[in-house]
């Protein structure tokens, strides 16, 4: 965190656009400081600086979501076009404009004119464009300020997928062993509307999903496919990897009063989880105008910040479980199937047509079907069914984390809540603190009213399980300035005891309690929190799973060598999965490897079934082996321990094939380590060296509050924190931040990777805010001015 001495950088440009100057200050470690004197000016520059420095990553992230791959790349991409289309926002514009706020519409065109302004200097100094659009050989597009929230398909939602896995499997596998796969928070059994077998809904309902929520994939053998092929990209991404997508993506934040910090004032902390991608999914900026001082994390690809802090308050969210998706299945007309049954007669589907321009290739056109719920995922036409979504996505203002421009430029805890009852997707916990010492709890997302169906199964579509409406702010739970005097969500099942709102299904779905559990434990026994003691808390990697499994195993009288020296390591460890733990090692490979794929075939022995409880639920697993029942046999607790005694030996083993026979060398970090692999890589030749990021040795595990969820093949990182914010309300300057592997996205950048080793340490850098700190600071010094177009013209010449 030591700051430097390299002279500042300055580079002036002419840009069509603004009214009058404006400033990018870029920090030594890549975080830009805007400033502009006037709101409409201050957007423009966030939209000309999130080109600057994320231009490959928008376009892609534009064109994917509006369906328009193809036209750069070729057949390869058309079925994914298709099914990105389908799930745009199709609604009245004025009304999704009003949704987030009065100036929305305002600021989102003043951003998408600044990403256009950056794209035009590329037309005049081509030598400005990232490499990927050379390696591809494409070019950016302009954008309309539409394409900024008509594009829903990369938001959180849930529980579409589960619902459909559910139906596969707990017909044929039982309801409890489907709680291997999701367990259910409150204790519940799922119930099958009447005239439904859900064992007769097939995985296909999920493809369009699927590849409508997919990333863009670049090889060689896609981009080079020719249009009779197209059909063959319509699996781009295994079902397991979505799933696992959805079963990992949480985030931790937490508030402290000022009665239980050393300082005497608020502090808050959040990090936000999601897969590790290069360029980082966020970035951290700060933004300067009258009336506006707000820094912290957003996406590139939206105005505004969605957690940070402004001069008075600090904010930040996680998701929260409400369920905002439905599956429904549709009869259909047996001699009309462009038809479907509703009440007693029936309902024709919406067609629309959708033309898509393809490289090297004809245009093609498609139809879409829609029902009043939403668009059709699948046709069964001999069953006569078709199968549904309705989602959030389709409801005005349901534009991701847009609605942070109201909560960024709230001034105390009535305006933040104001601010938020406009947040409808992701449903998520907003915590906030203030200068004052106020913290609160405000969990909120749009989440539907179910009245007569629990929503963990697909539903038909006939008009008898519709929603009915949407929960109000006011209607949630909330907890303002509690007596323990912290508040704090890591995605599990948070709803309190004595809230009275439960004849509302809000969801029963969550994330394992293993984060929420430490951060409450570590939390209440500190009195005097503040930032070292936040950064020591984001970083820690204490494994509440293995603390449950320890009893189990101290209780077990091993039979062989192997699993006696198993044993032996695993209850002499102090449960912490550090880079160089020997004991973590042992215990995550014995989870993943062997104790959890052994547990599954024995409860569910049919391969093909087992395949769809991948990742499998912590908490499902957990309670099992601790409660063991007559699905093990006659005598569970001894199956039981026969099974822990087996894998604990195969595991150990395992290992010493892996690791070396020498425990003693044996560490997490040979096995689980960091990788930020570039979409482009496989297509890049001598340059992907240049694009990729790691590998880094890295501790923790997906139940570790510094969350690093990994792929079970290769002990890959997967998904974690790549934003950490650590806030010292009112003392602004003494924060800390943290984004991987680096602010740019542009590989000849210093700060693409600069900040992946400090990450892969758990270390942070200064999330400055003061004009005098920052200034101290400047690594870089980019100055806007106002230029007409004939200046612009002279200046290509």
């Given at each position: 965190?030591?700051?430097?001495?390299?002279?500042?950088?300055?580079?002036?440009?002419?840009?069509?656009?603004?009214?009058?100057?404006?400033?990018?200050?870029?920090?030594?470690?890549?975080?830009?400081?805007?400033?502009?004197?006037?709101?409409?000016?201050?957007?423009?520059?966030?939209?000309?600086?999130?080109?600057?420095?994320?231009?490959?990553?928008?376009?892609?992230?534009?064109?994917?979501?509006?369906?328009?791959?193809?036209?750069?790349?070729?057949?390869?991409?058309?079925?994914?076009?298709?099914?990105?289309?389908?799930?745009?926002?199709?609604?009245?514009?004025?009304?999704?404009?009003?949704?987030?706020?009065?100036?929305?519409?305002?600021?989102?065109?003043?951003?998408?004119?600044?990403?256009?302004?950056?794209?035009?200097?590329?037309?005049?100094?081509?030598?400005?464009?990232?490499?990927?659009?050379?390696?591809?050989?494409?070019?950016?597009?302009?954008?309309?300020?539409?394409?900024?929230?008509?594009?829903?398909?990369?938001?959180?939602?849930?529980?579409?997928?589960?619902?459909?896995?559910?139906?596969?499997?707990?017909?044929?596998?039982?309801?409890?062993?489907?709680?291997?796969?999701?367990?259910?928070?409150?204790?519940?059994?799922?119930?099958?509307?009447?005239?439904?077998?859900?064992?007769?809904?097939?995985?296909?309902?999920?493809?369009?999903?699927?590849?409508?929520?997919?990333?863009?994939?670049?090889?060689?053998?896609?981009?080079?496919?020719?249009?009779?092929?197209?059909?063959?990209?319509?699996?781009?991404?295994?079902?397991?990897?979505?799933?696992?997508?959805?079963?990992?993506?949480?985030?931790?934040?937490?508030?402290?009063?000022?009665?239980?910090?050393?300082?005497?004032?608020?502090?808050?902390?959040?990090?936000?989880?999601?897969?590790?991608?290069?360029?980082?999914?966020?970035?951290?900026?700060?933004?300067?105008?009258?009336?506006?001082?707000?820094?912290?994390?957003?996406?590139?690809?939206?105005?505004?910040?969605?957690?940070?802090?402004?001069?008075?308050?600090?904010?930040?969210?996680?998701?929260?479980?409400?369920?905002?998706?439905?599956?429904?299945?549709?009869?259909?007309?047996?001699?009309?199937?462009?038809?479907?049954?509703?009440?007693?007669?029936?309902?024709?589907?919406?067609?629309?047509?959708?033309?898509?321009?393809?490289?090297?290739?004809?245009?093609?056109?498609?139809?879409?079907?829609?029902?009043?719920?939403?668009?059709?995922?699948?046709?069964?036409?001999?069953?006569?069914?078709?199968?549904?979504?309705?989602?959030?996505?389709?409801?005005?203002?349901?534009?991701?984390?847009?609605?942070?421009?109201?909560?960024?430029?709230?001034?105390?805890?009535?305006?933040?809540?104001?601010?938020?009852?406009?947040?409808?997707?992701?449903?998520?916990?907003?915590?906030?603190?203030?200068?004052?010492?106020?913290?609160?709890?405000?969990?909120?997302?749009?989440?539907?009213?179910?009245?007569?169906?629990?929503?963990?199964?697909?539903?038909?579509?006939?008009?008898?399980?519709?929603?009915?409406?949407?929960?109000?702010?006011?209607?949630?739970?909330?907890?303002?300035?509690?007596?323990?005097?912290?508040?704090?969500?890591?995605?599990?099942?948070?709803?309190?005891?004595?809230?009275?709102?439960?004849?509302?299904?809000?969801?029963?779905?969550?994330?394992?309690?293993?984060?929420?559990?430490?951060?409450?434990?570590?939390?209440?026994?500190?009195?005097?929190?503040?930032?070292?003691?936040?950064?020591?808390?984001?970083?820690?990697?204490?494994?509440?799973?293995?603390?449950?499994?320890?009893?189990?195993?101290?209780?077990?009288?091993?039979?062989?060598?192997?699993?006696?020296?198993?044993?032996?390591?695993?209850?002499?460890?102090?449960?912490?999965?550090?880079?160089?733990?020997?004991?973590?090692?042992?215990?995550?490979?014995?989870?993943?490897?062997?104790?959890?794929?052994?547990?599954?075939?024995?409860?569910?022995?049919?391969?093909?079934?087992r395949a769809l409880l991948a990742p499998g639920d912590v908490e499902g697993i957990l309670t099992i082996l601790e409660q063991p029942d007559r699905r093990f046999g006659e005598a569970p607790t001894a199956a039981r321990d026969a099974l822990l005694l087996a894998t604990l030996a195969s595991a150990w083993d395992d290992a010493a094939k892996r690791l070396g026979a020498d425990p003693a060398a044996w560490n997490w970090g040979k096995l689980h380590h960091g990788f930020f692999e570039h979409a482009v890589s496989p297509v890049a030749g001598s340059a992907r060296s240049a694009l990729d990021v790691g590998p880094l040795?890295?501790?923790?595990?997906?139940?570790?509050?510094?969350?690093?969820?990994?792929?079970?093949?290769?002990?890959?990182?997967?998904?974690?924190?790549?934003?950490?914010?650590?806030?010292?309300?009112?003392?602004?300057?003494?924060?800390?931040?943290?984004?991987?592997?680096?602010?740019?996205?542009?590989?000849?950048?210093?700060?693409?990777?600069?900040?992946?080793?400090?990450?892969?340490?758990?270390?942070?850098?200064?999330?400055?805010?003061?004009?005098?700190?920052?200034?101290?600071?400047?690594?870089?010094?980019?100055?806007?001015?106002?230029?007409?177009?004939?200046?612009?013209?002279?200046?290509?010449?």
């Open positions: 965190m030591t700051q430097h001495s390299e002279p500042v950088r300055h580079e002036e440009i002419p840009v069509e656009g603004l009214t009058e100057a404006a400033e990018i200050l870029v920090d030594r470690w890549g975080i830009p400081h805007l400033r502009a004197g006037n709101k409409t000016d201050l957007f423009f520059l966030q939209g000309f600086n999130a080109a600057r420095d994320r231009l490959w990553q928008i376009d892609i992230w534009r064109k994917r979501g509006l369906g328009l791959l193809a036209r750069d790349f070729g057949a390869g991409y058309l079925a994914q076009d298709r099914a990105c289309r389908a799930f745009l926002y199709r609604g009245d514009m004025d009304c999704e404009w009003a949704s987030y706020g009065e100036d929305t519409q305002e600021i989102a065109t003043a951003f998408v004119a600044g990403i256009n302004a950056y794209i035009a200097l590329t037309e005049r100094e081509p030598e400005r464009l990232p490499p990927e659009f050379g390696i591809l050989g494409t070019r950016p597009e302009r954008w309309a300020p539409e394409d900024v929230v008509r594009i829903r398909s990369h938001a959180l939602t849930r529980n579409a997928l589960s619902e459909v896995l559910r139906a596969q499997v707990a017909p044929r596998a039982g309801d409890h062993n489907d709680l291997l796969r999701k367990f259910l928070e409150p204790a519940h059994r799922p119930q099958a509307a009447d005239g439904i077998d859900p064992a007769t809904i097939p995985l296909a309902v999920l493809d369009l999903f699927k590849l409508a929520t997919a990333p863009v994939t670049f090889e060689g053998e896609r981009l080079a496919a020719p249009l009779d092929q197209a059909g063959a990209w319509t699996k781009i991404n295994d079902l397991q990897s979505v799933v696992m997508d959805s079963e990992w993506t949480g985030s931790n934040n937490w508030a402290v009063a000022p009665h239980r910090t050393g300082t005497g004032r608020a502090m808050m902390a959040s990090d936000p989880h999601r897969n590790h991608s290069v360029p980082a999914l966020r970035y951290i900026v700060h933004l300067t105008a009258p009336g506006i001082d707000a820094i912290g994390a957003g996406e590139p690809c939206v105005p505004g910040i969605s957690v940070g802090h402004n001069d008075r308050i600090a904010f930040s969210q996680t998701i929260f479980g409400s369920d905002q998706e439905d599956i429904y299945v549709y009869e259909l007309d047996p001699a009309d199937h462009g038809r479907y049954r509703f009440g007693d007669g029936w309902r024709t589907f919406e067609a629309r047509e959708e033309r898509f321009e393809v490289k090297g290739a004809p245009e093609q056109t498609a139809m879409q079907l829609y029902s009043h719920h939403g668009p059709l995922l699948h046709v069964d036409a001999a069953r006569n069914r078709a199968y549904g979504i309705r989602s959030i996505w389709f409801e005005p203002g349901s534009s991701a984390y847009l609605a942070g421009l109201r909560s960024m430029r709230a001034g105390d805890l009535d305006q933040f809540r104001d601010a938020i009852a406009r947040f409808a997707t992701p449903s998520l916990n907003h915590l906030y603190a203030d200068v004052d010492g106020t913290i609160a709890w405000l969990p909120f997302g749009m989440t539907p009213k179910r009245r007569n169906w629990d929503g963990l199964l697909p539903a038909p579509g006939d008009g008898r399980f519709e929603w009915d409406g949407f929960l109000a702010l006011d209607e949630m739970p909330s907890k303002v300035n509690p007596p323990e005097g912290f508040v704090f969500s890591a995605n599990e099942a948070n709803l309190p005891a004595d809230w009275d709102g439960k004849d509302v299904e809000i969801g029963y779905e969550w994330l394992e309690k293993s984060r929420a559990l430490r951060i409450h434990q570590v939390l209440s026994g500190d009195g005097k929190h503040g930032i070292a003691a936040g950064a020591a808390l984001q970083t820690d990697v204490f494994s509440w799973p293995a603390l449950r499994l320890r009893p189990l195993v101290e209780a077990l009288a091993p039979a062989t060598e192997s699993a006696a020296k198993a044993r032996d390591l695993l209850i002499a460890w102090d449960c912490e999965l550090h880079v160089d733990s020997a004991a973590g090692a042992l215990s995550e490979l014995w989870f993943t490897h062997h104790l959890k794929p052994t547990l599954f075939a024995l409860l569910v022995p049919d391969a093909k079934l040795p890295k501790g923790g595990s997906a139940s570790t509050v510094m969350h690093a969820a990994y792929r079970a093949q290769d002990f890959r990182v997967t998904m974690g924190a790549s934003v950490r914010l650590l806030m010292d309300v009112g003392n602004w300057d003494e924060s800390l931040c943290i984004n991987a592997p680096g602010q740019s996205g542009d590989s000849r950048s210093p700060h693409y990777r600069d900040l992946s080793t400090l990450w892969a340490r758990g270390e942070y850098v200064p999330l400055l805010y003061s004009r005098t700190a920052v200034d101290a600071a400047a690594g870089q010094r980019i100055v806007l001015r106002p230029a007409g177009k004939s200046e612009l013209l002279d200046a290509a010449e």
